[in-house]
């Protein structure tokens, strides 16, 4: 199995940044070529993808955080970061770290394993 450790939220004003990182464990994790990313999530609304990295460190990216938001890989392959850029109110929610064993890691219906989530709250 695969444990997700995330750290990095907080509170921010709008036009500030934010690194979150997510750190994957687990005796079979590297087995298998898995994607990891970032999800997001408000109450009452569906989760959603915002950034997803491959194994082979390939990106892809939601169209409202494309060139605000940076995911990527870090020297311990096992880390993930998402550094956050220019955010806005409308970027305040709970973030989720995720992981997808054999998909692209962008539909929440694949993803195999959640971080416990962090709040980020973007203040106007």
């Known amino acids: 199995q695969v444990q997700l450790v995330q750290s990095g939220g907080g509170l921010v004003q709008a036009g500030g940044s934010l690194r979150l990182s997510c750190t994957a464990s687990?005796?079979?994790?590297?087995?298998?070529?898995?994607?990891m990313g970032w999800f997001r999530q408000v109450p009452g609304k569906e989760r959603e993808f915002v950034a997803a990295?491959?194994?082979?460190?390939?990106?892809n990216y939601a169209d409202f955080v494309k060139d605000r938001f940076t995911i990527s890989r870090g020297n311990v392959q096992n880390t993930i970061y998402l550094q956050m850029n220019n955010l806005k109110p409308e970027d305040t929610a709970v973030y989720y770290c995720?992981?997808?064993?054999?998909?692209?890691?962008?539909?929440?219906?694949?993803?195999?394993?959640w971080g416990q989530g962090t709040q980020v709250t973007v203040s106007s």
């Open positions: 995720s992981a997808d064993r054999g998909s692209r890691g962008v539909a929440v219906s694949t993803i195999d394993y």
């Open positions: 687990g005796r079979t994790f590297g087995n298998y070529p898995m994607s």
């Open positions: 990295i491959s194994w082979g460190s390939s990106t």
